[in-house]
């Protein structure tokens, strides 16, 4: 479902991706576990096409998206830190217009169910300006997943979220992956969002330094293990 052959991003003289090799299968939840400023983000807004690499070879759904960056768009959704949003609409309005640009049908049906799975059917027609950062990290996951996308991309979701929400979303994390779809996750957060994952990679410098199967719990002590080393190397 996603493909990446020996993909570097450079932001001036700084690297952020380096010779990045990357295989995900249809039905996988694959969490980036890494620090900030590993280059997790980056690597995410690649897939997204956000940002071209500087070298290397991206696909997405069967599609090279570096030849065709237009093709196949409406297979990928994405959360991203910024919300992408228009704050002088309402989140009617916001989703109205998404479900414009992906050509849905029944969109009013559709807007009013995914606003009520994230919390806000009651907060429809106030406008964005006036939300909280956690309302609108719902909306921005109602935004993503609106056009129900084969590949979903999200990082760090569970930023503003308070309890209630963050408990919706890793339900409905859970839900997106029973229904066969792929994910793909970037967090420094061992506590959110981990149960329904089976595969891990942890990122530093740039680089996938080590990719595993197993249990979250057997995660977070792997990830725990690699911090404590990369710790003792830095001092």
């Not at 450079?10 to 980036?32: I, K, N």
């Not at 997943?145 to 503003?160: M, R």
Request: hydrophobic share 45%; glycine share 10%; with cysteine.
């Amino acid at each position: 479902m996603v493909r990446l052959e020996k993909v570097e991003k450079w932001f001036g003289r700084t690297s952020a991706l380096q010779g990045v090799d990357l295989v995900v299968q249809p039905g996988e939840f694959l969490v980036f576990l890494g620090r900030n400023g590993a280059g997790k983000s980056t690597l995410l807004r690649v897939v997204a096409r956000l940002i071209k690499p500087n070298s290397g070879r991206v696909e997405v759904c069967g599609i090279d998206v570096l030849r065709h960056p237009e093709a196949g768009r409406e297979k990928l959704g994405f959360v991203a830190h910024g919300s992408y949003l228009y704050r002088s609409l309402t989140a009617f309005e916001n989703l109205q217009f998404f479900a414009k640009l992906y050509g849905l049908r029944n969109a009013a049906d559709r807007i009013l169910t995914a606003l009520s799975w994230v919390g806000l059917k009651e907060s429809a027609h106030r406008r964005v300006e006036g939300f909280s950062r956690g309302m609108q990290q719902r909306l921005s996951i109602a935004r993503a997943t609106l056009h129900e996308p084969q590949v979903l991309l999200l990082d760090e979701p569970f930023s503003g979220l308070d309890l209630e929400a963050a408990e919706l979303l890793g339900e409905w994390l859970r839900h997106f992956v029973a229904g066969g779809r792929t994910l793909l996750m970037a967090t420094h957060d061992l506590e959110q969002g981990l149960s329904a994952a089976r595969r891990w990679a942890l990122i530093d410098r740039g680089g996938i330094v080590e990719e595993f199967a197993a249990s979250d719990l057997e995660a977070r002590e792997r990830y725990k293990r690699f911090l404590k080393v990369r710790r003792r190397d830095v001092l």
